[in-house]
């Protein structure tokens, strides 16, 4: 059995443990719902709970389909034992239906279903408030070795169509997710933090209702309910 060691750094939804295992890592994830970079807050009780079951479920998920991710298991209610990775501060987000950012920045309409999926990078920067980037940044600022890129896209785009097929048969439509990615111990390319609610946003099929952090975020209903729906579904 693994054991909590030292506290390596707490962020707003986890806090990361080392182990007695240099290479394995602990995270914990917490009850506290923020948005807009922190500036709206909450303690929910339950929301830790959620988010680890429902990236577990999906974390799992995808290391069965082949997709390298660091989860090596669920430990306890809120805690999860993953790999430790060398994290690049790039988001990767893929988009199937307008909504969020895209919405502000290009105009297109809430709901504009895409011809095809849109991948798009952010910069991981509080300060800076996570801006747009493009691959050039990538390379001029080296913030992920430049080789990895054409993998990181290609497996968020089979993460999409697996990720898409399943909450389809589940009656929930991906509208959009972040993934973020680093290296493993071994050296290969990896998806690491989590998927939840928190990373994506997810539509009932058949009313359209918002099960994701946006109920948080524009006050559109209890946030747990809809991660409880979530979860309901996909472990049906
Ligand atoms: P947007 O760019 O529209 O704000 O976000 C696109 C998708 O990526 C949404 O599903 C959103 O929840 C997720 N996302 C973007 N930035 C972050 C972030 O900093 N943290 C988390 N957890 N998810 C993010």
Known sequence: ????????????????????????????????ATAFDGAKKAELKGKGTL??????????????????????KRLSDNE???????????????????????VKRLGFKEGDVF?????????KNDELHDPLI??????????????????????ALKVNRILGEFFSEHYIKLVDFKLEFGLLPDGELAIVDEISPDSMRLWDA??????????FRFDLGDLLEGYRKVLNRISE
């Open 1 to 32: 059995m693994v054991k909590r060691t030292r506290r390596l750094y707490e962020g707003k939804a986890k806090v990361v443990y080392e182990t007695d295992d240099p290479n394995k890592l602990i995270l914990f994830f917490k009850d506290s």
């Open 51 to 72: 988010n680890n079951t429902i990236s577990s479920l999906i974390f799992e998920m995808l290391n069965s389909r082949g997709i390298r991710t660091h989860f090596i």
């Open 80 to 102: 999860m034992l993953v790999w430790r990775a060398k994290r690049f501060p790039v988001e990767v987000v893929v988009r199937n239906i307008a909504a969020g950012s895209v």
């Open 115 to 123: 011809k095809k999926p849109l991948v798009e990078l952010f910069y």
């Open 134 to 155: 493009c691959e050039e940044h990538v390379r001029l600022m080296n913030l992920a070795p430049v080789e990895t890129l054409p993998l990181m896209k290609e497996t």
């Open 206 to 215: 058949k009313t359209g209702e918002k099960l994701d952090k946006d109920r």
